[in-house]
């Protein structure tokens, strides 16, 4: 198997990760991250955490099948494989949870207007955000499992949706992202969308927290 080349410094990837830093810092910053990585939230709050992620999922994935059949470039990044709506309505069943019965709460509602009227770009300054959080996310779920006594992540597939295999499938994104040849003004847009992802994921937080 061809390793995948090593990240480009002035690639679209290196600009978002520089770009985003300081929203990225907040985010992780707050009260339900910390929960999350001390394994120490508790089954009704992260509930809530799956039902909103949800929410934002099934958006995002849709307007990403728009997108991929409008903007053949992103056919090369196989975004379909890393679809999270599946893993989300399998962990909320293990919670037995009723999806009809989510409500999303105004920092999702904010992200799923914006992701409807995105362009591809743009779209993919979001999928950035969600797709990167699946490398600290892998951390949560052991954390979360020896919390809850469980021998393993499986009932935390939104966390861990791809096991071991986690860093090889975020260093072929992160390569195909740069292999792409988006202009100045998509990489612009993409950097924006990415920021405001993040600021909108650290509002969304606060408010499963407060709640």
């Given at each position: 198997m061809t390793s995948p080349a090593a990240p480009n410094p002035d690639g679209i990837m290196a600009r978002l990760k520089a770009g985003t830093a300081a929203q990225h810092?907040?985010?992780?910053?707050k009260p339900l991250e910390a929960a999350l990585i001390e394994g120490s939230?508790?089954?009704?709050?992260y509930q809530k955490y799956l039902a909103q992620r949800w929410w934002i999922h099934r958006e995002l994935e849709t307007a990403t099948d728009r997108a991929i059949k409008t903007d053949h470039r992103l056919v090369s990044l196989g975004l379909p494989?890393?679809?999270?709506?599946?893993?989300?309505?399998?962990?909320?069943?293990h919670l037995q949870t009723n999806l009809e019965s989510i409500r999303?709460?105004?920092?999702?509602?904010?992200?799923?207007?914006?992701?409807?009227?995105?362009?591809?770009a743009t779209l993919m300054g979001i999928f950035y955000v969600f797709e990167g959080?699946?490398?600290?996310?892998?951390f949560i779920a052991k954390a979360l499992a020896k919390a809850w006594g469980l021998s393993d992540t499986a009932r935390f597939r939104y966390l861990d949706p791809h096991g071991e295999q986690q860093?090889?499938?975020?260093?072929?994104f992160?390569?195909?992202?740069?292999?792409?040849?988006?202009?100045?003004?998509?990489?612009?847009?993409?950097v924006k969308a990415a920021q405001a992802t993040f600021d909108a994921i650290s509002s969304l937080d606060d408010a499963i927290h407060a709640g």
């Open positions: 810092a907040v985010a992780e910053s939230i508790g089954r009704v709050q494989s890393l679809y999270q709506t599946q893993n989300l309505e399998a962990d909320l069943a999303a709460l105004p920092g999702a509602t904010h992200l799923v207007q914006e992701i409807q009227k995105a362009a591809p959080s699946k490398n600290g996310a892998r860093r090889a499938i975020w260093m072929k992160r390569s195909d992202m740069d292999a792409i040849s988006w202009t100045p003004a998509e990489q612009d847009q993409m």
